[in-house]
């Protein structure tokens, strides 16, 4: 009975020690709210995680970062449904396609070549990707081939390689828009398409114009349920994007988790469309210099995290940084031992973050803006500003044109 007593007053003592140490280490602001994430997520215990399972951190804990920072929206609803599905127990012929460009492009691409399967009964064969310098890369090198395939079935018939007797046939090419529709499709390529059995489409993308859109372009269904479902990377693939997105939350605590993606690239600047002004007499691209003097002219201040799509590191960004000092491009923030397997996934890593960033800011106007806007609105972050629309130092009258007024065709997609 003694030796318990003792027992039990030596765990008295020890517990009242702990509770003395936490009360120390509370007053002095010793718990790193990282440190806290990393004992629950050891233990398996937030938010019913299965253990194991890291949780997405939530670092927006304390006083706001300053700047017009707002909450992403409730998640919208999908407007596809079952309805969309169709027969193709007897496919007959083949649709070929190749994906070019970055992966912003990819979507439509995919989508148009879907519909095309789907409408005129045929089977569509996954298709390549072609890389940067003409290297080719497999489907499955970016995307998730098991949750494509998976998601479209019922909707049309997918087979992973091209049949051996095509390889040798010059097949009749039909060159599209990136947006089709299915009147485009009985009009312009089903004719084509039982002439000839089979088909080889090829994708043109006409140069963007975001300011003259006017109302909220209708979009096949299939299109929406590929562009927003059907696609996505991966796993290896996944698990890097994730990794340099949660890097950019984590590399700087006044930020609180929270950070800027600007679409900006050095060579941009060169090109013929940024050396004259707009038809209206406006900007349409912005030095790097410019987006600082943007960013800090509408709220945002030096502690915010800025990531650029810019390819490596350019000498007009010192002073963006002298204004921004916590400002990467994708190059400072992967190891390097990761480095040379995923060099030739940038343009992947680039869009995934930019779609995913609590804001974007877009430098130039092109189809990387309206991809980013599309996968943007689905995600419910719909926090852009363009420096290109107002001169005012009020965030709000910068919000894109697409989201405040709804004419984006993604919103054509969710109810």
Not at 119 to 140: C, E, H, M, W, Y
Request: with cysteine; aromatic share 10%.
């Amino acid at each position: 009975m003694a030796n318990l007593d003792i027992r039990q007053l030596v765990a008295g003592i020890l517990t009242f020690s702990m509770f003395m140490m936490l009360g120390n280490m509370i007053k002095k602001d010793h718990f790193d709210p990282a440190f806290v994430d990393e004992i629950r997520y050891n233990n398996g215990v937030q938010s019913g995680s299965a253990p194991g399972v890291m949780p997405e951190r939530n670092l927006l804990t304390g006083p706001s970062p300053m700047g017009p920072w707002k909450n992403s929206v409730e998640t919208v609803k999908s407007c596809w449904n079952k309805s969309m599905q169709g027969s193709w127990n007897q496919p007959k012929g083949y649709i070929i396609f190749s994906l070019t460009g970055g992966a912003h492009l990819h979507f439509s691409q995919i989508a148009s070549a879907v519909l095309i399967a789907k409408q005129v009964k045929a089977t569509l064969v996954l298709p390549d990707i072609s890389g940067n310098k003409g290297a080719k890369r497999d489907f499955g090198d970016v995307y998730d081939i098991n949750k494509f395939i998976l998601k479209l079935n019922g909707t049309v018939n997918i087979a992973s390689r091209q049949p051996p007797e095509l390889s040798d046939r010059k097949l009749p090419i039909a060159r599209i828009p990136s947006v089709i529709s299915e009147a485009y499709v009985i009009e312009n390529i089903e004719p084509l398409f039982k002439s000839n059995g089979n088909l080889k489409i090829e994708t043109y993308f006409s140069t963007p114009n975001m300011k003259k859109v006017e109302g909220v372009k209708y979009v096949n269904p299939v299109s929406c349920m590929v562009v927003f479902e059907a696609l996505q990377l991966q796993a290896g693939l996944q698990e890097f994007a994730n990794s340099v997105l949660e890097k950019l939350k984590t590399l700087n605590r006044e930020s609180h988790g929270r950070f800027i993606a600007v679409d900006w690239r050095a060579e941009m600047l060169r090109t013929k469309r940024c050396q004259g002004s707009t038809a209206n007499g406006m900007k349409s691209c912005f030095s790097a210099p410019e987006i600082g003097r943007f960013l800090n002219k509408i709220g945002f201040g030096k502690n915010t995290t800025i990531y650029l799509t810019q390819e490596g590191w350019h000498n007009s960004l010192d002073a963006l940084t002298n204004t921004f000092p916590n400002t990467y491009t994708k190059e400072s923030l992967i190891p390097s031992d990761k480095a040379t397997k995923f060099s030739d996934f940038t343009d992947v890593i680039d869009f995934y973050v930019s779609s995913r960033s609590d804001v974007f800011v877009p430098a130039f106007s092109r189809l990387f803006y309206d991809s980013v806007v599309g996968q943007r609105i689905a995600l419910g972050k719909i926090q852009i500003y363009d420096p290109a629309q107002a001169t005012s130092s009020d965030a709000d009258d910068y919000t894109s044109f697409y989201i405040s007024r709804k004419n984006h065709w993604a919103y054509s997609c969710f109810c």
